[in-house]
């Protein structure tokens, strides 16, 4: 993957882990207080009389649905008196319920223990992604190694387009003088055994090893291929698309 697409899709990553967690704790602040506000219901609901007293806490625990609040939330009074709010925890004694007074469930939580409890399975798989990403924006792009396709024959020597020679053995060098001679450069398989070996009745088996041979070193050190026609002739490819020079 190319360093450009990688960063853009590592910051993509990274600010959906970013707002992810943010909704999270967002979302878990809205269960709190529903929860809250749920269990006040039916506390208040409950009530046979209207007063509260040390009962009303542990009735209004006990219709909490999150468990880490049942330790923890508590009822405040909210006295309205001379257009003044006063709050006050609810202990011991009764309080009368009048209609100036208003009832509410909290809890004393920081924003980290809220983070904590909230559900970051999908930030945390993003912010997994977002580092496997940033393995690969980060890594160093590998250079791929330029082949040239130019071959030129200079003094009896193929040169490659960077003037490194191939090293070719007489019989392999004779084969690609007689591939670029051709004005095709096709050669029939009759051809080649007849101009190399034309004392041999049969060269097939020979022909194919030096074929393979010389494959290997064209093939590796230049863009030039060498096919075969079904068996019966042999083409070196790559050289009508490049200015190959053969010059002796």
């Given at each position: ?47 046979p ?23 923890s ?31 509410y ?55 490659d ?73 042999y083409?070196?490819?790559?050289l ?9």
């Open positions: 993957m190319k360093r450009t697409p990688a960063v853009l899709i590592t910051l993509l990553f990274a600010l959906s882990a970013i707002w992810t967690a943010v909704n999270d704790y967002q979302t878990q602040c809205r269960r709190i207080a529903d929860d809250l506000t749920q269990a006040l219901c039916l506390t208040v609901a409950d009530q009389e209207d007063w509260l007293s040390a009962d009303t806490i542990r009735t209004y625990r006990q219709h909490l649905r999150l468990d880490f609040l049942r330790e939330a508590v009822l405040s009074l909210c006295m309205k008196e001379d257009d003044k709010a006063s709050t006050r925890g609810v202990s011991g004694e009764r309080i009368n319920i009048k209609q100036d007074i208003s009832a469930g909290n809890v004393s939580l920081s924003a980290w223990e809220i983070w904590w409890m909230a559900d970051h399975r999908l930030s945390l798989l993003l912010t997994l992604l977002t580092l496997v990403m940033m393995s690969f924006s980060l890594r160093p792009i590998a250079k791929t190694k330029s082949i040239p396709s130019a071959l030129t024959l200079t003094n009896g020597r193929f040169l387009g960077f003037g490194q020679e191939l090293h070719l053995t007489p019989m392999q060098r004779q084969l690609m003088e007689m591939f670029l001679s051709s004005p095709t450069h096709e050669l029939s398989k009759e051809e080649i055994c007849e101009a190399l070996w034309p004392r041999k009745d049969d060269a097939s088996d020979t022909l194919y090893a030096l074929i393979s041979r010389l494959k290997g070193v064209v093939e590796s050190q230049t863009s030039l291929r060498i096919t075969s026609e079904r068996g019966r002739a083409r070196l490819t790559g009508e698309t490049e200015e190959t020079v053969a010059t002796r």
